[in-house]
């Protein structure tokens, strides 16, 4: 079977939609060749005259892959009423970052490179051998060489993600580095949106089908897309059909309290009640107006959304995408990383409406969830997985507890890299999230969402 290629671009059926001229040469380095970046900054870089480079830190799959189709590959979009398929070439050259680590700092110092994205999940900017070292050798490489200013421009889910790169990233850097850095380097925020599950064997398929030539870097995603920019590059940009804003932290507060403090929530009731996918947890009777008090009661009360933004109104929204059929995102997905992500999605908006005197009631819901979900069992018996960097101590701390609820509580309240200080005593929440898990404990999810 052909692979997709330049070659065979030509011959692609007519409702295929594919990439015009395709630039010769990156002006964007992206670390992190996930299927999320494939189906957003990529889309947007093609609308442009731009290429990527783009970098994969571990695994080599995706980049052999791109690299055996010169770069291309399709996102199908899966509406409710069916899908579209678009090949994209806006990626012109790949890299491995575990084995080419001295081309990777030479694309970080040369002159053609103007933009550096990121998306490299929530763990990797607490690990300065990793991404925020690379980052911080390459920029001293561009500084010896005098280089050009460089935007380093995160499109990872943290609030504030542009402090939060730098602050990764400077206090690796030496003095001289530092002060040319300080001239030269902006780190802009962005909220990134678009619904883009791990692309499954179902995805090569589809992509098989539609095209007629395999594509092994294929992805799927919803229709919504959405990029919120920070205003603040050192030098040139691509021309990305963005929203450019002085002010993007209400953006980010919107989606990552509103989207995925929602989409967590359903995650993790979604692999204890043994759904498969969000939009099958949705289905769950109760599921769907627990998500929408969710939201009027406690999320939305607990920040100001940016200017014309209705809390309400754009978690309406969310829910529908959530509920798009043909995107099935897998809760077990979602669920990794919660002591990463957990924090800017839901303990934030708890400890603002600690601060405002609310009660937390239905949003320890979701906390009483987490916990039960980290013991690694499913209402049916199912095995869940936990996939985190914290496993090791979330599960001695739940092992130390016991059984009783009140007290397993305590022990996730009590991570203090997890959970915010304040959070840890707040007697009204540690109730509210035992009798929860008292619920679950004794009638699984469904039957406690059933009679909420
Ligand atoms: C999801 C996000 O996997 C997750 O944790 O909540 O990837 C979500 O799909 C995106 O942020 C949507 O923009």
Known sequence: MDRLSNEVLKRLPGDVAVPGDRPDRAGVLHLGAGAFHRAHQAVYTDDTDWGITVAAPRSRDVIDALAAQDGLYSVATLGPDGASLRVVGSVVDTLHLATERDRALDLVASPATHVVTLTVTEKAYRDPHGVPGLLADGLRRRAAQGGPPLTILCCDNLP?????????????????????AEEHVTFPSSMVDRIVPASTQATYERALAELGVTDAAAVEAEP???????????????????????????????????????HSTLAYLGALADAETVSETLALPGAADFARWLVAEQIAPSFTPPDGQDTVAYGEGVLERFANPGIRHRCIQIAMDGSQKLPQRLFATMTDLADAGVDLDLIALPLAAWTRFCAGKSDGGADLPLDDPLKDVIRQSLTAAGP?????????????????????????????????????????????????
């Open 224 to 262: 919504f897309t959405q990029w919120v920019i920070e205003d603040d590059f050192a030098g040139p940009r691509p021309g990305w059909d963005a929203t450019y804003t002085a002010d993007v932290a209400g953006w980010e507060r919107l989606k990552l309290r509103t989207l995925n403090g929602v």
């Open 404 to 452: 009783a609820p009140a007290a397993r509580v305590d022990a996730i309240l009590g991570l203090r890299q997890v959970v915010p200080e304040p959070l840890a005593d707040h007697h009204q929440l540690r109730r509210a999230a035992a009798k929860w898990l008292r619920e679950l404990d004794r009638h699984g999810v469904a039957t406690t969402l059933e009679h909420l």
């Open 160 to 180: 504030d993600n542009g402090k939060a790169t730098r602050a990764a990233v400077e206090p690796l850097l030496d003095d001289t580095t530092r002060a040319w």
